[in-house]
């Protein structure tokens, strides 16, 4: 990575952050025109101050790492603000509940990611590493996305007031009826072996909630 390379990520890659997170596009103040502009200055300054030199190499530079890491979140919000749009307008178009999108298609699109990743871990020979993260990331997404999500909004706008829909506690006793299924039989029937047996009966859970789903919606 060149100096020039540097200078300009280490530039608008804060910027660019801000536009996402703090800015509102249709109020542009001179406030926000001040901010960027000490935004731009501060990642021109960093570059001089901190690689005087040429040939940088982002692997080993903790700045550039940071920058990059929250460059990579604002580009996620963007895509999810763009993906969650595009499906309440297909809601609305086919006359579908949003509660059955998030829990079909856009369920769907967030794990997909995961499972090639999953896929991947255990075709390499790691099973118990990808069984746990197969707990242990939606237990993380739910935990602490929904908890900063209602932290954020509930310190922002008060209470939060949202409409249960009536696939929601479907869902709900689904889930647990999951949970209590593989708190059970695993143990008992299947010896804590995850087999190919308990891989059909999970797909056959996954199709029967899908056919719930569609029906409550």
């Known amino acids: 990575v060149g100096r020039v390379h540097a200078a300009l990520f280490l530039s608008l890659g804060p910027v660019f952050a801000y536009f996402v997170f703090a800015m509102d596009p249709k109020e542009v103040g001179n406030t926000d025109v001040a901010i960027i502009s000490l935004l731009a200055?501060?990642?021109?300054?960093?570059?001089l101050v901190l690689y005087p030199g040429s040939g940088l190499s982002p692997a080993s530079s903790g700045l550039l790492t940071a920058v990059a890491f929250v460059q990579g979140i604002a580009w996620m919000d963007i895509c999810a603000d763009e993906i969650v749009a595009v499906f309440q307008t297909l809601g609305r178009v086919l006359g579908l509940p949003e509660a059955f999108l998030g829990a079909t298609l856009l369920a769907w699109g967030a794990s997909s990611g995961d499972l090639a990743a999953l896929?991947?871990?255990?075709?390499?020979?790691?099973?118990?590493?990808?069984?746990?993260?197969?707990?242990?990331g939606p237990l993380f997404q739910l935990l602490m996305g929904t908890g900063c999500s209602l932290l954020y909004v509930g310190l922002n706008r008060g209470n939060i007031l949202m409409e249960i829909h009536s696939n929601l506690p479907a869902m709900f006793g689904f889930a647990l009826v999951l949970m209590l299924f593989l708190s059970s039989a695993v143990p008992l029937i299947f010896r804590y072996r995850f087999t190919k047996n308990l891989g059909y009966i999970l797909f056959g859970f996954f199709t029967c909630y899908v056919v719930l789903m569609s029906c409550t919606g």
């Open 119 to 136: 896929m991947a871990t255990a075709r390499a020979g790691h099973g118990s590493m990808a069984i746990s993260a197969c707990f242990a």
């Open 41 to 47: 200055c501060a990642g021109l300054v960093s570059t």
